[in-house]
T-cell receptor
Framework: ETGVTQTPRHLVMGMTNKKSLKCEQHLGHNAMYWYKQSAKKPLELMFVYSLEERVENNSVPSRFSPECPNSSHLFLHLHTLQPEDSALYLC????????????FGPGTRLLVL | GENVEQHPSTLSVQEGDSAVIKCTYSDSASNYFPWYKQELGKRPQLIID?????GEKKDQRIAVTLNKTAKHFSLHITETQPEDSAVYFC?????????????FGTGTQLKVEL
């Protein structure tokens, strides 16, 4: 599938590192999302972008910094993360924020040492 | 805010049997309820959804029922097959000023045994 792609698929970083996660959607959608998926927990919505404008920030620590340069690309910049930030980070997109169906990317498995 | 509870957390069935996963939600304004299947190492994929004006929806071996009064909805899989083994997530969507917001359940690990 090539609808929503994410890179890298796996990432190991130290607490002092700076890294970025990339998401790209080829569906012509106008809304993009970042979710955090931890074991035994529901998917947690982190950020929502609509037409490159951030419309929701779900009380996410500032060590996570999103960027949406255009409606097809979404980044999540990471710096000074904590071990508890280790998780699967999923990107999703939808036609717009009023269309409920979201299409997910394969995720980036992040391990913070 | 919306709270979605999902049960059971793990479910093991024999091939050919039926599997039922249940979810409850807290906000009566929720109006859309999708179910996602996530196979090991893969992305969540929408398998079926239902809107609040419908009580039941079926797609081949998969069906979803919604009880708005009780605020619960269920996923039913009949004639289970090994390829049905995965984690299933329910979600409830509520319309806010910024659009629809999905709240997910904690997931059910379904294992279909031969």
């Amino acid at each position: 599938e090539t609808g929503v792609t994410q890179t890298p698929r796996h990432l190991v970083m130290g607490m002092t590192n700076k890294k970025s996660l990339k998401c790209e959607q080829h569906l012509g959608h106008n809304a993009m999302y970042w979710y955090k998926q931890s074991a035994k927990k529901p998917l947690e919505l982190m950020f929502v972008y609509s037409l490159e404008e951030r419309v929701e920030n779900n009380s996410v620590p500032s060590r996570f910094s999103p960027e949406c340069p255009n409606s097809s690309h979404l980044f999540l910049h990471l710096h000074t993360l904590q071990p508890e930030d280790s998780a699967l980070y999923l990107c999703a997109s939808s036609q717009d924020t009023f269309q409920e169906t979201q299409y997910f990317g394969p995720g980036t498995r992040l391990l913070v040492l | 805010g919306e709270n979605v509870e999902q049960h059971p957390s793990t479910l093991s069935v024999q091939e050919g049997d039926s599997a039922v996963i249940k979810c409850t939600y807290s906000d009566s304004a929720s109006n859309y309820f999708p179910w996602y299947k996530q196979e090991l190492g893969k992305r969540p994929q929408l398998i079926i959804d239902i809107r609040s004006n419908v009580g039941e929806k079926k797609d081949q071996r998969i069906a979803v029922t919604l009880n708005k009064t009780a605020k619960h909805f269920s996923l039913h899989i009949t004639e289970t097959q090994p390829e049905d083994s995965a984690v299933y997530f329910c979600a409830a969507s509520i319309l806010t000023g910024g659009g629809n917001k999905l709240t997910f359940g904690t997931g059910t690990q379904l294992k279909v045994e031969l």
